[in-house]
């Protein structure tokens, strides 16, 4: 039901949760940091998008696997450990680094409730009075970092995925 709710409802919802609502939930006193709020809500958002994940790379094992690893006397425990986990993670290698990828360019949303992500910082910069640029290169700028890192994480993905020799794409 948690992996349903929070699927189900938008980031920027949990993060103006967090903002505004976290603080009648908490005992009389109890404060927590704006960063620190985020931080807990945007976990809960990735940590059920990585449940689905690992989930999918789970169901898509052969049952011979479950059987195989029964046979070799392993406790539920150790055969997750050893034989299951591996294989599951491997095979969610691509869903993994798409949720990483989505969730980098998430962060921009951020900016709603207060706190400066690049994009707000570049608001900020182009209303001093000391600028100098054109109008949009900052944009441009924030975009190609946000591209480098995100092409960066694909290509890493590739790459884990070739040296694991991983034949499901």
């Given at each position: 039901?948690?992996?349903?709710?929070?699927?189900?409802v938008?980031?920027?919802?949990?993060?103006f949760?967090?903002?505004?609502?976290?603080?009648?939930?908490?005992?009389?006193?109890?404060?927590?940091?704006l960063?620190?709020?985020?931080?807990?809500?945007?976990?809960?958002?990735?940590?059920?998008?990585?449940?689905?994940?690992?989930?999918?790379?789970?169901?898509?094992?052969?049952?011979?696997?479950?059987?195989?690893?029964?046979?070799?006397g392993?406790?539920?425990?150790?055969?997750?450990?050893?034989?299951?986990?591996?294989?599951?993670l491997?095979?969610?290698?691509?869903?993994?680094v798409?949720?990483?990828?989505g969730?980098?360019?998430?962060?921009?949303?951020?900016?709603?409730?207060?706190?400066l992500?690049?994009?707000?910082?570049?608001?900020?910069i182009?209303?001093?009075?000391?600028?100098?640029?054109?109008?949009w290169?900052?944009?441009?700028?924030?975009?190609?970092?946000?591209?480098v890192?995100?092409?960066?994480m694909?290509?890493?993905?590739?790459?884990?995925?070739?040296?694991l020799?991983?034949?499901?794409?």
């Open positions: 039901m948690f992996i349903e709710f929070i699927r189900g938008p980031l920027i919802t949990l993060l949760t967090a903002s505004l609502l976290l603080n009648y939930f908490l005992p009389p006193g109890t404060n927590f940091d960063i620190l709020r985020v931080v807990i809500m945007v976990t809960l958002f990735a940590s059920a998008y990585m449940a689905e994940v690992i989930r999918g790379g789970l169901a898509a094992l052969p049952k011979g696997q479950y059987e195989a690893a029964e046979a070799l392993l406790d539920y425990w150790k055969s997750q450990q050893l034989v299951i986990l591996p294989q599951a491997k095979i969610s290698i691509p869903g993994i798409n949720s990483f990828i969730l980098f360019k998430d962060t921009t949303l951020v900016m709603f409730i207060g706190l992500d690049p994009i707000a910082l570049a608001a900020a182009r209303a001093n009075t000391n600028w100098q640029g054109i109008y290169e900052l944009f441009i700028f924030i975009g190609a970092v946000f591209f890192f995100c092409f960066s694909s290509r890493y993905s590739q790459y884990l995925e070739r040296r020799k991983t034949d499901h794409r």
